[in-house]
């Protein structure tokens, strides 16, 4: 199988690595309107450089790397740093995660104060993988696409665990799609393989990066810098329904950060939804619940929601424990349809609610941005 590259100037063709003169970018990352992280490399012919920095929930994190290149474009050596926001080292961390690459081999060490360990595995033509929003070394995989070596995927290793795989693979127009990283980012290339646009609006990442110039002083942002805190905070939604009846939803609350909500870049037309953010959104109920034609026993489920342009669903799934991106149809309880109202304003946080009309009767109301889903249901009676 073979690694495409569409480019803005070149379609679909395929582009043979070309040598380079020393060029530096920077990307800056924006979930909505806020930044998150910001990259800067250098690239040449021989080699890399680059730094980035990241809000990261209570922390500020720095990343430096290095990775030097044959005549063939392919890494020798690489070098990973992660540092506090002041450049100091982290403590009971790494001093440096180094990869030494050969024909038909990848080497991982990990250098600590009194011990380097050191792992090595089998893989031609080896690539790493970066931590996230270390993108600009896909421009290497861009380079890389040549008619004789064209792949799509590499053998890959990161700073922890075994041999994984990168590539990129066409998505149609001018775009490729990432294979491999944590999140299956959305990247655009010019015609020399310099990185423009990195897109994760179809990923939990949901993070969009641009190209800038290069010079910025790193070191200065990450000491402005400010954590982001805990991203999408966990609430419950509880409704109460006569003596020891009890309905309960626990679910994150992401917030809108100037995006698009129903139909758009948070909640695309006909995808599956976690109805929230990181776990999967729970519901409890003591109550036999009725849900249009949907019976829900006593006990724990997820929920998710479909949005359509013909209409929403909510879907209760028998599976439980699980991550928000973890959906399996074959254990849904049912689908029900959900009515869709404007919101009397904006709702910038995710909002479940689960409303108690009588002790037989309620409504689960879902709101975020500029509408609110609701689906009615009604509860069994208490035992006398």
């Known amino acids: 199988m073979r690694l495409f590259v569409t480019t803005l100037a070149t379609g679909t063709a395929l582009l043979a690595a070309t040598s380079l003169s020393a060029q530096s970018a920077s990307l800056?990352?924006?979930?909505?309107?806020?930044?998150?992280?910001?990259?800067?490399?250098?690239?040449?012919?021989?080699?890399?450089?680059?730094?980035?920095?990241?809000?990261?929930?209570?922390a500020v994190a720095r990343y430096q790397y290095t990775i030097t290149l044959a005549k063939n474009?392919?890494?020798?050596?690489?070098?990973?740093?992660?540092?506090?926001?002041?450049?100091?080292?982290?403590?009971?961390?790494?001093?440096?995660t180094r990869f030494i690459v050969t024909a038909d081999s990848i080497?991982?060490?990990?250098?600590?104060?009194?011990?380097?360990?050191?792992?090595?595995?089998?893989?031609?033509?080896?690539?790493?993988?970066?931590?996230?929003?270390?993108?600009?070394?896909?421009?290497?995989?861009?380079?890389?696409?040549?008619?004789?070596?064209?792949?799509?995927?590499?053998?890959?290793?990161?700073?922890?665990?075994n041999l994984g795989?990168?590539?990129?693979?066409?998505?149609?127009?001018?775009?490729?799609?990432?294979?491999?990283?944590?999140?299956?980012?959305?990247?655009?290339f010019d015609a020399g393989h310099r990185l423009q646009l990195v897109d994760g609006s179809f990923t939990t990442n949901k993070s969009t990066g641009t190209r800038g110039a290069g010079g910025l002083d790193i070191a200065a942002i990450a000491k402005s810098m400010k954590p982001t805190g805990t991203l999408s905070l966990r609430e419950t939604a509880r409704g109460a329904f006569g003596q020891g009846g009890m309905v309960l939803i626990d679910y994150g609350r992401p917030s809108v950060r100037d995006r698009s909500v129903w139909g758009g870049t948070l909640v695309p037309f006909d995808t599956v939804w976690r109805t929230g953010a990181n776990d999967a959104t729970h519901l409890f109920t003591s109550r036999t619940l009725t849900m249009g034609d949907v019976v829900v026993p006593p006990g724990a489920y997820t929920l998710f929601v479909q949005h359509t342009r013909t209409g929403t669903w909510l879907i209760v799934n028998k599976q439980v424990g699980q991550w928000g991106t973890v959906y399996s149809a074959a254990n849904d309880l049912g689908r029900v349809p959900m009515q869709m109202t404007a919101t009397p304003s904006h709702v910038e946080e995710f909002t479940i609610v689960v409303r108690s009309t009588n002790p037989t009767r309620g409504v689960i109301e879902m709101s975020w941005g500029p509408g609110m889903m609701s689906v009615p249901f009604t509860a069994t009676a208490a035992r006398p």
């Open 73 to 96: 474009g392919r890494p020798t050596t690489a070098s990973i740093k992660r540092l506090n926001a002041d450049g100091s080292l982290p403590p009971n961390t790494p001093s440096d």
């Open 107 to 161: 080497v991982r060490e990990t250098v600590f104060a009194d011990s380097t360990p050191r792992r090595a595995f089998a893989a031609k033509q080896a690539m790493i993988n970066f931590p996230t929003f270390i993108y600009g070394p896909t421009e290497l995989l861009a380079s890389l696409a040549n008619s004789k070596a064209a792949v799509d995927s590499l053998p890959a290793l990161g700073l922890t665990g």
């Open 28 to 58: 800056v990352y924006r979930l909505g309107k806020d930044t998150v992280a910001i990259e800067q490399y250098t690239r040449s012919a021989s080699g890399m450089t680059g730094e980035m920095v990241q809000r990261s929930g209570a």
């Open 165 to 188: 795989f990168t590539g990129i693979v066409p998505t149609g127009g001018d775009s490729v799609r990432l294979r491999g990283g944590a999140y299956a980012m959305v990247l655009r």
